[in-house]
């Protein structure tokens, strides 16, 4: 079970997290992109950050509302509005909910992968942040389904996460500035890819 509380805190934690890794994101899209993605991200998440304590009383779903309003005006290019549908989805599955059980944070993982589809039209291996949100979710998916309990469940699907960050390395891009590149983004990471993980980890964790 994560608690509204739990969400707040792991709010704070997703805009310090962006903060300290803003340099190296931007270092990752900088190989592949054009040097953006850490300060694009990180506008947004202060902003996030700021407006905080104005919607701290509401319910989760309004949180995630607020979330993705704020991403898709402040952060801007391609990650902006994907990450910003993403909220506004996961804002709709979890509406009115003062904390999330196993069944709620499965509607969300789907909400999420949903949400990059219909907006980025990308698939699975395009070397996006589709990459880790795919494979979280199906991970999620199987293990409860298999019986595992909330928090085993959720670490299995971090490790499926971290493997799908890691799986973009030697991906050609198929979407987004990268895919200019060819096959010169063989070889690195996928920006979008390691903030998916980094928010992930970092939002949900049921030991906050
Ligand atoms: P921009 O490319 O406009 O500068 P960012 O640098 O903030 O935007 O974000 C780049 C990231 O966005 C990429 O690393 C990739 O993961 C993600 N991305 C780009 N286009 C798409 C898409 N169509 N679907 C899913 N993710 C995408
Ligand atoms: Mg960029
Ligand atoms: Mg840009």
Redesign the pocket.
Known sequence: MITKGQIIQGLQAVAEAIAENKDYLTEL?AA???A??GI??DRGFQKVLEQLPTVADRDIGSLFKHVSMTLISS??????P?YGTMFLRASIATAGKEELNAEAMGAILVAFVEA?VL????QLG?????DVLIPTQQAYQSAIAQGSDFPTAWQTALEAAKTGRDSTIPLV?K????SYLGDRACGHL????VS?YLILKTLFDPNL
């Open positions: 899209d592949i992109g054009d953006d993605h694009n991200l952060v801007g290019g391609a990650s902006g994907l990059i907006r980025g039209k990308a395009d070397k996006t942040l589709l891009a979407k987004g500035r990268a996928d920006p979008g890819a998916a």
